[in-house]
């Protein structure tokens, strides 16, 4: 599977937006998906993760309450609401594939990588 990340972008922070990934093929649905994120100078880091159905998500613990995962099968697309951005927030968001669960829940583990989209937060 392929995937395109978009919709970064530059916010003020306390503002909001929502990425988008695209995925080619028609097996998207078999997978599950994850977002990571990385800032200058610092590690890949999990964002969020969303089952193949959609029905099972999980966030990292510091983000939950402001970001929100989803994604439309139908679509061969995933998303990733995010509000309240603060400035620590800045990073690029990378969307990832993975058939087994585990896998899109650490950095190390996902099969399929996409491009990654900047976001940027001011204060």
């Known amino acids: 599977v392929q995937l395109q990340a978009s919709g970064g972008g530059l916010v003020q922070a306390g503002g909001s937006l929502r990425l988008s990934c695209a995925a080619s093929g028609r097996t998207f649905s078999s997978y599950h998906m994850g977002w990571f994120r990385q800032a200058p100078g610092k590690e890949r880091e999990f964002v969020a993760a969303?089952?193949?159905?959609?029905?099972?998500?999980y966030y990292a613990d510091s983000l939950k309450g402001r970001f929100a995962i989803s994604r439309d099968n139908a679509k061969n697309t995933m998303y990733l609401q995010m509000n309240s951005l603060k400035p620590e927030d800045t990073a690029v968001y990378y969307c990832?594939?993975?058939?087994?669960?585990?896998?899109?829940?650490?950095?190390?583990?996902?099969?399929?990588w996409g491009q990654g989209t900047q976001v940027t937060v001011s204060s």
């Open positions: 990832a594939a993975d058939r087994n669960w585990v896998g899109v829940l650490s950095p190390d583990n996902c099969d399929y």
């Open positions: 969303i089952s193949w159905s959609g029905s099972t998500t």
